[in-house]
């Protein structure tokens, strides 16, 4: 009859090494987690950047493709077709920029307003219904310059790209796109036909009748630090070099936009 085998435990560095797999094996399943858990939160903010910026260029493309339309061409404008200020300073530091725009206007249904195909009705970027005020004379037939515009207002502040229907009002508008630090806006000056004499940041008044295009340049900020506070991030803006310092991701985003309604003038 055969004896039986005996039987042991694991020795003390059986055990150990055991021990130090099993560290090494959950270091590196904890390593893999952390960093599929900041790449995720990389690629959302990327997401939540790109977001911003589409939404961003959308509605300033929108307005300033529109800046100067008139209901009536034989008419001059109510008021600047552009107008805008320069924040100051340079490069990379320079504080953000203002940009006005304005234009009639259109003829656009709206159940708030009974529809007149001789006047416009156009809600502004505040979702108030703008209704022209040049209804022709009813004795010569003449049609007046129209006194209400819509206006649209661009601004940053606190972090956020905001749009007044009231360029003049201090408070309140709505916001465009969050998490935008700063934007810079550069004209193009025309010639009058179709070529564009140079850009610059800050036109003289009488320039402002003579811009052909608008160049927007914006710089987001990621929502959260993905970045080890300290190593920062590089990027170009402005013309200029600078480093991040705070852990949030950051991208520029620049887009030229053709004023159509003065590519020409007298």
């Not at 939404?55 to 107008?83: C, I, S, T």
Request: hydrophobic share 40%; aromatic share 4%; net charge negative.
């Amino acid at each position: 009859m055969a004896r039986p085998r005996s039987q042991r435990g694991l020795g003390l560095v059986e055990v150990l090494v055991a021990m130090a797999l099993g560290l090494v094996m959950l270091g590196a399943v904890g390593y893999l987690f952390v960093g599929s858990k900041e790449m995720n939160r990389n690629q959302a903010d990327q997401a939540r950047m790109q977001e911003s910026a589409r939404n961003a260029m959308d509605v300033v493309g929108k307005a300033l493709r529109q800046a100067g339309y008139k209901l009536n061409v034989d008419q001059p404008l109510g008021g600047d077709a552009l107008e805008g200020s320069d924040g100051g300073g340079s490069g990379a530091e320079a504080l953000s920029d203002t940009l006005v725009v304005r234009h009639d206007p259109a003829w656009v249904a709206d159940s708030a307003v009974p529809p007149n195909p001789l006047l416009g009705h156009e809600s502004n970027c505040e979702g108030v219904t703008v209704v022209s005020n040049n209804l022709p004379d009813a004795t010569t037939g003449a049609a007046p310059v129209n006194a209400s515009m819509v206006e649209y207002r661009f601004a940053v502040e606190g972090g956020k790209l905001l749009c007044r229907a009231d360029p003049g009002a201090a408070a309140g508008g709505v916001v465009v796109a969050d998490n935008v630090e700063n934007m810079q806006v550069s004209y193009g000056i025309g010639n009058g036909a179709e070529a564009i004499l140079n850009y610059t940041d800050a036109p003289e008044p009488h320039e402002f009748a003579r811009v052909s295009a608008v160049r927007v340049s914006l710089l987001i900020r990621g929502p959260s630090p993905n970045i080890v506070t300290g190593a920062g991030q590089e990027y170009m803006f402005n013309g200029a070099s600078a480093t991040s310092s705070d852990g949030h991701l950051r991208r520029v985003v620049t887009s030229t936009f053709t004023v159509r309604n003065q590519t020409r003038w007298k």
